[in-house]
């Protein structure tokens, strides 16, 4: 069984900061690949960051390379997306994904196809 629980989504202003979280109960791998997803009103469904839990090893999108983090606490139950100097072009509903194995190349990881289980999504609304 896989599920995925996103939250602390909420409204900021430009500059502000949120950290979001994936209660992720993922029991039928030992290692797998974590990722949060963004899509924005209108547009597709975009890969923000990914970690493989077997190395922790992370990538990020270009569009937020210095501003998010992403990380798994050491009980491996949740997933965390810091997110910094925040912009009115965040704004979107986030979601949490996951599937067995590695996460594969940079492009593999961060398509949606590549990903079979989903959080329900968290709404991150930034204001200028």
């Known amino acids: 069984q896989v599920q995925l629980v996103e939250s602390g989504g909420g409204s900021v202003q430009a500059g502000g900061s949120l950290r979001l979280s994936c209660a992720a109960s993922?029991?039928?791998?030992?290692?797998?690949?974590l990722a949060w997803f963004r899509q924005a009103p209108g547009k597709e469904r975009e890969g923000v960051a990914t970690?493989?839990?077997?190395?922790?090893?992370?990538d990020y999108a270009d569009s937020v390379k210095g501003r998010f983090t992403i990380s798994q606490d050491n009980a491996k139950t949740t997933l965390y997306l810091q997110m910094n100097s925040l912009k009115p072009e965040d704004t979107a509903m986030y979601y949490c994904?996951?599937?067995?194995?590695?996460?594969?190349?940079?492009?593999?990881?961060?398509?949606?196809?590549?990903?079979?289980?989903w959080g329900q999504g968290t709404q991150v609304t930034v204001s200028s």
């Open positions: 970690i493989y839990t077997g190395t922790r090893t992370t």
């Open positions: 994904a996951a599937d067995g194995g590695t996460c594969g190349s940079s492009w593999y990881s961060f398509q949606v196809r590549s990903y079979r289980y």
């Open positions: 993922v029991y039928i791998y030992s290692a797998y690949c």
